[in-house]
């Protein structure tokens, strides 16, 4: 069985006790490959670092809402320039935050209009970011045609409608731990309902543990359970689910 965890931020500072024993149990618990993402100042150099560390993990650079208002100019460039690095597979995480009140609603769809129009541009997938925000996110993918370049919806907890109009912009749908909460009605259903070649698993480590371990900290060997979900929602086996996302990851980022 090999797995992917198609986001984590291992470059967290909750890691730095322990990192090379977290990626050692990810390792250890079938994931064969990570994709760590970056998403500001700080964490774009220090994703990129773990991308060059280590041949099975995988960068994907951009900046959050949350921290749009901080949007140098230059940012851009910087992210534009990462692209043309091998370990670079797409930019985000990026789109719209309503719930957290950092950054004006105007800079936020301003800056995940340039980073998808950047991501056109670079010929990237995009990694997307959807809290309180799925009319807006919508409206904007639309508007900037990004269907040309498609991506991941990250942690996907949205109603099977909005999923429908993502898939048919080229998305694919993530779930991370929320997913094994045994209140997460909806998500469960919108997982049985995803066509299984647009199905990605992830953790968003150290964030949003998976049943048993919420409210803990998160890491990418859970990404496991995400799986042993996923297989029984679907009626697949867990070896079934592991190979469908695992193709699936490694098309969406053209990873080998």
Known sequence: MMLIDTHTHLDSHKFDDDRAEVIERAVAAGVHKLINVGFNRETIPTTMALA???????????WHPVDSIDMQPGDLDWIASLCDHPKVVAIGEIGLDYHWDTSPK?????VFREQIQLAKLKRKPIVIHNRDAHEDVVRILLEENAKDVGGVM???SGSWETAKQCLDMNFYISF????????????????SRVPLDRLLIETDAP?????????????SAFVRL??????????KSLDEISKITTDNAMKCFGIR
Not at 176 to 191: D, S
Not at 207 to 219: F, I, S, T, V
């Open 176 to 191: 991370g731990g929320p997913v094994t909460f045994q209140n997460a009605r909806v998500p469960k259903e919108v997982l």
């Open 106 to 110: 105007d800079v936020q769809q301003r």
């Open 226 to 235: 995400v799986a042993e979900m996923a297989a029984e929602i679907s009626g």
């Open 207 to 219: 964030y949003l543990a998976p049943h048993p371990h919420r409210g803990k900290r998160n890491e």
């Open 52 to 62: 060059e560390q280590y041949d099975f993990i995988y960068a994907v650079v951009g």
């Open 154 to 156: 990250h942690c996907y």
